[in-house]
């Protein structure tokens, strides 16, 4: 289901992000070690092969938008979200972002098992960009969020998996960026606490804040998101509003 | 907020684009939070904690004193040996430690420079940080023993010590930042690192003094190599700390086994003018290669 693309607009004084004509080509090296490297360019072997792991992507996000990124496995939406967030260059093309970003690539990068939740909310924070002073401001508010009060003091690593998410999630969605970038977290924890973190989602949106949410939950995106792109093998085939999104990437599945 | 520079939801930027170790600078709390971590990690469970760290650099110079200054009796050539040999190791230890943690830093947090953005200079500067946290302890048993031996502070002297820490530092800076980068594409640099730091103890005048160097004939009829030898930015720094805590108490010496400053070696603050240059010059070449390279850390790794 291809829909008609017009060329996209020109970035306005309203664009939260702007990605313009990315591709994002990967190299898969076969080895990493000097020694094999000088054996293999003197038999004149090639050494790697190249794969595009997005193809000439653009796309323009509004402030306030909350687009849902949709696509199968290794159609490129992380790819694209690291792109956004600056963790990766792109090979060609351009990648700019308005206001601060808080890239949610995976829930809990940076906590450390051997901190206690305390250390870690202190250092999630500040690698999250927060000053010591904010989070000391927000600590109780994080804390709260989480719900695990009793455990703060203990070592990440006897932590649940669900408190550990907790307690990572509560940290990010106190860092108080302009844009928000999401990537499958919205299913962790119990379901009382989905609810919670989807209520916050929310209000993060009710403030005006930008979001790029991807997920897998169809059904979550549809509710959440004000526009759907679809990606298919590092394309983008569809960019429209949430449900003919999702009707777009049923309809290639 | 002093945070992510582009903070102010001013103009559309590119992302991922810091200023390097100025961000670093702006971002000294998250500074001091990695080097916290990486110290709370390294003596988790353990009994002695940061204890361990006066322990291993001790057993090396007993080790170093029993085979050198008993068996070898380099210490009769060498008046208080002891403090000639400590005031020199504790600059190659912390030239040791500070290079390779950092040559292994970016590898080492693979998970945080794949998944967020931040400065990723901040990691090899927290390396250097936590070697300076186990340097401060090893330079004040120094202190003492030199105390000890007769030694009184001076002030010149100390502040050709204060540049020999900055020349240490400074160029672990810079050539942490240029292997740190290098190594996450190609991993076999940590091990040339390793190996190279074996080398550099060894080629510092810690254990012998340079004037056996220069005694040596090849080197004797070739001056150049002396001073090729003496521009080593880390002898520079084994040099002035020489100059700083064991020159003092080998003075303080009885009436015969005192010595003159002919011990030292000439130009020495040339060297140490020099060793500056060369170490900011490293930091500069170390920072433009790291952010070269910097773009890839997050698909090699
Ligand atoms: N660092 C890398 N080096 C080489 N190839 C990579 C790298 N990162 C991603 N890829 C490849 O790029 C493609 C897209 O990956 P990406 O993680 O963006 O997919 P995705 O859409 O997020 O998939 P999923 O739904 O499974 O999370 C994959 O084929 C993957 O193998
Ligand atoms: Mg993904």
């Known amino acids: ?253 | 907020m002093t945070a992510p520079p582009a903070a102010a939801a001013g103009d559309l930027v590119v992302p991922g684009r810091g200023a390097g170790l100025l961000d670093v600078a702006r971002r000294r709390f998250l500074l001091s939070l990695l080097v916290r971590k990486e110290l709370r990690v390294r003596y988790r469970a353990s009994v002695l904690g940061l204890a361990w760290s006066y322990v291993k650099p001790g057993v090396q110079y007993l080790v170093y004193y029993l085979a050198l200054g008993i068996f070898l009796q380099l210490g009769r050539e060498i008046p208080d040996f002891a403090v000639y040999l400590f005031s020199g190791m504790i600059v190659v230890n912390l030239f040791s430690e500070a290079l390779g943690n950092a040559t292994r830093a970016v590898v080492n947090n693979a998970d945080l420079v794949k998944k967020i953005y931040l400065p990723r200079e901040l990691f090899p500067v927290a390396s250097v940080w936590v070697a300076i946290v186990h340097f401060a302890p090893q330079l004040l048993v120094l202190l003492v023993g030199a105390a000890i031996a007769g030694w009184r502070p001076q002030l010149l002297p100390l502040l050709g010590a204060v540049a020999g820490f900055v020349i240490v530092v400074t160029l672990a800076t810079g050539l942490g930042l240029l292997f740190s980068a290098l190594n996450a594409v190609f991993r076999d640099l940590e091990n040339l690192v390793d190996l190279l730091l074996m080398v550099a103890v060894w080629l510092s005048p810690v254990l012998y003094s340079w004037r056996q160097v220069a005694a040596v004939p090849f080197v004797a009829e070739n001056s150049w190599l002396l001073t090729l030898y003496q521009l080593n930015p880390v002898t520079v720094a084994v040099e002035l700390f020489h100059w700083a805590f064991w020159f003092p108490a080998a003075q303080n010496q009885p009436e015969g086994s005192r010595v003159g400053p002919e011990v030292l070696p000439p130009d020495l603050l040339w060297h140490a003018g020099a060793g500056l240059v060369l170490a900011a010059v490293a930091l500069a070449v170390g920072q433009a290669a790291f952010r070269r390279v910097e773009g890839r850390f997050a698909q090699e790794l």
Do not use: W
């Open chain 1, 1 to 253: 289901m291809q829909s008609a693309r017009t060329p996209p607009p020109q970035a306005s004084a309203t664009t939260a992000i702007d990605v313009d004509a990315v591709s994002m080509r990967f190299t898969l090296r076969h080895t990493r070690s000097l020694k094999e490297m000088a054996v293999y360019a003197l038999r004149g072997k090639d050494l790697s092969n190249s794969f595009d792991a997005l193809d000439a992507v653009s796309l323009q996000v509004q402030q306030g938008e909350t687009v849902g990124l949709l696509g199968f496995n290794g159609s490129g939406k992380s790819t694209l979200l690291k792109l956004i967030s600056g963790v990766m260059r792109p090979t060609s093309g351009s990648v700019r972002v308005r206001g601060r970003i808080a890239g949610l690539i995976e829930v809990g990068a940076g906590f450390h098992p051997d901190l206690t939740g305390r250390e870690n909310v202190y250092l999630n924070g500040a690698i999250l960009g927060m000053e010591e002073a904010t989070i000391r401001e927000r600590f109780d508010d994080i804390v709260a969020f989480s719900e695990i009060e009793r455990f703060i003091d203990t070592e990440v690593k006897h932590y649940s998996s669900g408190m550990f998410l907790r307690l990572a999630f509560a940290v990010a969605v106190h860092t108080d960026p302009e844009v928000f970038l999401i990537d499958e977290i919205l299913a962790v924890g119990d379901e009382p606490f989905q609810r919670k973190c989807l209520e916050k989602v929310e209000a993060l949106r009710a403030e005006g804040r930008t979001l790029v949410v991807v997920s897998h939950d169809l059904g979550l995106v549809e509710r959440l998101c004000t526009r759907g792109v679809v990606l298919q093998h590092g394309r983008v085939i569809a960019d429209t509003d949430a449900p003919a999104a999702v009707a777009a990437l049923r309809a290639t599945g």
